[in-house]
């Protein structure tokens, strides 16, 4: 008998050597800080900052940036962790919730209200007092209670991009300016040639296809969905109307198939190939689009508005925005960094970069070597009021876009009509809100 | 017990009459054919969009080759130190996981098809029931677990994750593997008094090598694989290649040539060893040699 | 091998002990328990708490997101009741249920017709090599990958497949696949098979590995066809695997989230959302934890019982 209890125990024995064993060889290799980020050694502080931007930039001019600070600051050092973008919302609201954020997180706007849900961001009222700085020239801080939170350090405009050749081909001779204008280029183009009019980007994992597509079209007259107080209120009749006008290209068969799957990405794509005539798009695929068809014959022009409407125009933007973590044990280091980042020149330079508009308004893009669109588009940039409702610090902004992309989903396939559409997202917007306070 | 026919005749003649044999073969190699089309047909097209620069990839009409189709986008891979860590984090982490994992499931295996003891449905509840929680919703509090016990960002907690990620189906499969073995191999080592230990892993485990192997190969390729964990509990020091992979979707382009010859470039070996060692598990060396 | 002549059994084989009674019971559990333990202290270890927590949430009014002044406190039934009464819950439970279903058919159907043609007598050792190793290729790219190729190849009206579907004769041009609530839900349940399938066919392929010969040419000997000789030999050998792997397969394709995620988002028009998707987006979209949470636990039973039902359905088999 002592036999065999004896092999059992042995082998189970050897078992969890061998386990342990590889587990501590593997342990070797890594290292298991880092539960917010920085350290100190001696005065000298490490600080990380989580963002997706490097990979939109020129090769290595995040990292040239980030030298260009240490250098400036000797004692502190910048660990620089690039995200894959698709994750990065997930991922960050994860380190959020386990106190495992960045000191310094890159966020789009819309995540404003996810992150400040957990209270994961520091008061960046206190520390810019603390370091005197003057924030009078930075454009949409976004805020609660009078405390900002979250700067947006770039701001990406969202123009029309016209095909001036499919144009030609189909016989239109001049940009569309107003609606019906731009659903006679439809129309044409999508008859005339083998080109669609317009393409949406509808995908529901992440819906701001409903700002960037559809929304734009009310902004752009100067309608809004907020009513009193901020507050949501989009079962508006301009809503409303430019609901109608868009599926009217959707019926006339003007939009390019597969919209309802459709990701941003997409959009520069099916432009470069001709596939589409026109599109609202971000100014920052300018650069991929002349890449994939150096040939191409385009333009940029304001998004087209209303007949009769002569107000001014806006122009859906979204941003590239920054953050401190309330984990983070270098709190006034971290603001020196985001300091860095919004000095006029520096913002400046990351902005032109990365084909966006700074965030500081006392920054002045140097758009001299810029392609003629760049410059355009700062024209359009400049006489337009730049907006994206959805990212004014509404609570569950990205909840909010997916339950208006649900019911336009099934407006655009006909299974109900503009009233109903408007009603449900209403509804489900007033329940997530309300939700979201309980 | 010896066969049925003679070796002789076992030599040269198999089931069935020659025509049928031939259209036998004709249909088989015909099934095979379209098989293989249907796996590997996609990846292909995967592979000849590597050797594309990015806006050739998404031409229309698609074209096979192109003039500027080379092996650039290769080249600029391994001279990535980035990329290549990320295949050492990968097959470093796979390795681990899947020795480990055959370890604990053909022991855990043994014992559930062999063993008869209280609580054994419970056991097999709880081994199934491990994974019955969508992972998605398990995300943040496993990672506060994970952060509690100072293995964010590390190697060993990533281990262990794709470790409990395993052991469900290894430790279901080994058990129904072992169950297809006849008892009286057990019975008669028994009687020559060897231990359970003994039995195990001198006696069944050799037969069920096929087995063992294959549920090596899943558990390899799991971890390999896996996306959700490694994206959540690691940030800088550990990153392995699906990781990389998704790092070139970024927000403004998709880098599809360089994301594709990550994909290619990291399968490679796995494919290599699976060709060379299949037959060691696979080649019925091992068939009905023990039977009867 | 077996002995002729009897002889006192070795010190250390079951028969020195005492052949009834608790005491050889508990030490046979302990030596069971002893193999099992590794496995069970590791996933006891890490996921009784997280699994413990979602429970926990289910049941709460918030978590995770900070509510200044709100304490938590139990709720009961609350989330349960939102969760179930929520259209697009039920819904989705059908879709997961079409799809985890029509999944693992075909994986089943798939796997056992590949391990079976590469099981085949009627051709080489090196022909059976190769292609053993194409057809599991689409098990070697992650699902990143999967996705982003499959959209790419499905999703363009102008893209690979229609093309070529195209250049065949078929009308299918401009068709987005994954783009319209009459296909999506089966172009991402082929995604799903074609990523999926090489699982059951190496188990498979494994398990064909201990089907004797003798008895498949004994029943040639006895004038069986070839279907005869598989669903009476071969089958019934397979049975064990076949049944294990159709229930971790349904379990795992009933959590399916990121294949559906990445392909449709649950879209269009909700046509293709799933209970894992919605979990998903309950969570991260709507920051409403709890609910969840609820939806997860719901998973979870579906799954326990299937758990449940595959151990018994062992130990009938094993009568």
Redesign the interface.
Known sequence: ????RR??????VA??L??VA??IV??C????N??SGGSAAGGNVTL?F?Q?WA??LPKGDMDSLVSQFEQQNPNIKI?L???????T???T???A????M?DIVAMDGTWYS?LQ???ALANLSDLMKSAHYDDSNLTGELKTNNSVYMIPAVNFVYPMFVNMDLLKQAGITSIPKTQSEFKAAADAVSQKTKAKGFTLA????TPNGVANDVMAWVWASGGSMLGANNTPNINTPEVAQALEFVDSLYKSGDV???????QE??K???F??G?VAMMFD?L??VT?IK???PSLNFQLAPVPVKDGYTGQEGINAASWAVGISNDSKHKAEAWKFVQFLMDPANNAKLATEANGFPGNKAAKPDLSQSDPHIQNAFQIYQNSKPLNEFANGLP?S??LE?DF??QL??YF?G?QDVQTTLKNTQDAWDR?IK???? | MTTSASPAVRRTRRPGPARPRRAAKFWTILGLLISAGFAVLPVLWMFLSSLKPNRQILQTPPRLVTGASSFAGYSKLFHDTAQLDSFRDSYLIGGAVTVLTIVVSVLAGYSLSRMDFPGKSAVMTVVIGVQSVPPISLVIPYLGLITVLGLYDSYTGLILTHLVLTFPYAIVMMTAYFDTLPRSLDEAARVDGASSMRILWQILLPISLPGVVSIGVYTFMLSWNEFLFALMLTKQHVRTVPIRISLFIGQNAVDWQAMFALSIAGSVPVLIFFLVFQRYFLGGLAAGSVKG | MTQLTARRPAVGSPRTVPTRGRFRRGRRALIAYSFLSPALLLMIGLMFVPIGTVIYYSFLNYAIVNRPGRPHHLVGWTNYQQVLSDPLFTSSLWHTVAFSVLSVLCHLLLGLAFALLLNSQVIGRVAKGIFRTLIIIPWLFTITIVVALWRYLLLDPHGVVNFILHSLGLPTQGLAWLGQTNTALAAIIFVNVWAGYPFFMISLLAGLQGVSDELREAAWVDGANAFERFWYVTRPHLRPIIVSMSILDLIWNLQNFATIFLLTGGGPANSTNVIANYTYTTAYFDQDYTAAAASAVIILLISLVLAVAYGWSRRAMSR
Do not use: C, F
């Open positions: 008998m002592a036999r065999g092999s059992v125990r042995r082998g189970t078992v969890g061998a386990a590889s587990l593997a342990g290799g890594s290292s298991s880092s539960s990380q989580s997706w990979g939109e660990d962790v690039t995200n894959p973008y698709q994750n919302h997930d991922s609201i994860a380190q919730a386990t106190h495992n960045s996810d849900n957990q209270g509808l995908s529901p994992q390019l198939a597969g919209s309802l799957n459709e990405t997409q520069p794509n099916a470069a190939q596939q971000s920052a695929h991929s890449s994939n068809a569950v990205v909840q997916s992309d649900t989903q099934k396939t299974q997530h939700a979201a306070t309980k």
